[in-house]
């Protein structure tokens, strides 16, 4: 079955410190994206591609990056990690086809900034 | 640009109760609207969506959402809780592009 899957699972790191979330889709979309989730916040869009070398920015996007060199693969990286970057990281992904923009999630990354 | 209001953050029910999770939306387009669940230390799943058509919209494990325009509003309904939707629920709405913009949530709390 296809899926998406994200690592690590949990990652506790330092101040200052690069830091890069892996995520993995088999179901050969072309969209994909990243949103942190914070209490209270619900889930807020960092970035998202619509393909291979595209990348946008979104609403919180600073301090990480993105890059699209395959279908399969959209990391994102914390360039100098901070103490307000500690949230629950989710990957996701959907079909072009269509309007109906139905996103499918990863099973989160917990990311501890100490 | 889209936005989603739920309304009540923490909702609690008693088991076999009627669950209302209220969702209100604004949207520039007409919206393609969402509903996910999300289990302790679990990823976002469907259970429901509106795309065009019947505005009533069943989903799974139950729960039912109908979209009226005229109030902007996509709330969600089961007739009967039970224990195992104990869960956080957020609404999402679709614009022109292939984005989503989520709600802040609703914690759901089945009471026995």
């Known amino acids: 079955d296809a899926e998406i899957t994200q690592s690590p699972r949990h990652k506790i790191t330092e101040t200052g410190r690069q830091v890069t979330l892996a995520c993995h889709q088999t179901w050969n979309h072309n969209n994909m994206f990243w949103y942190r989730q914070d209490l209270g916040h619900g889930l807020r869009l960092i970035h998202y591609s619509y393909g291979v070398q595209d990348t946008n920015k979104g609403e919180v996007s600073d301090g990480y990056s993105v890059s699209r060199s395959n279908t399969e693969d959209l990391p994102l990286t914390l360039e100098s990690a901070a103490s307000s970057q500690t949230s629950v990281y989710f990957c996701?992904?959907?079909?072009?086809?269509?309007?109906?923009?139905?996103?499918?999630f990863g099973p989160g990354t917990r990311l501890t900034v100490l | 640009a889209q936005s989603v209001t739920q309304l009540g953050s923490h909702v609690s029910v008693s088991e076999g109760a009627l669950v209302l999770l209220r969702c209100n939306y604004s949207s520039s387009v007409p919206p393609y609207l969402f509903w996910y669940v999300q289990y302790p230390n679990q990823g976002l799943q469907l259970l429901l969506k509106y795309t065009t058509g019947a505005t009533l919209v069943k989903g799974i494990n139950g729960f039912e959402a109908e979209f009226k325009k005229s109030e902007t509003s996509f709330h969600l309904t089961k007739p009967s809780a039970h224990m195992s939707d104990a869960a956080e629920y957020f609404c999402a709405v679709s614009g022109s592009a292939r984005q989503l913009t989520f709600g802040s949530g609703t914690q759901l709390t089945v009471l026995p």
């Open positions: 996701a992904s959907s079909e072009t086809s269509g309007r109906v923009r139905e996103q499918f």
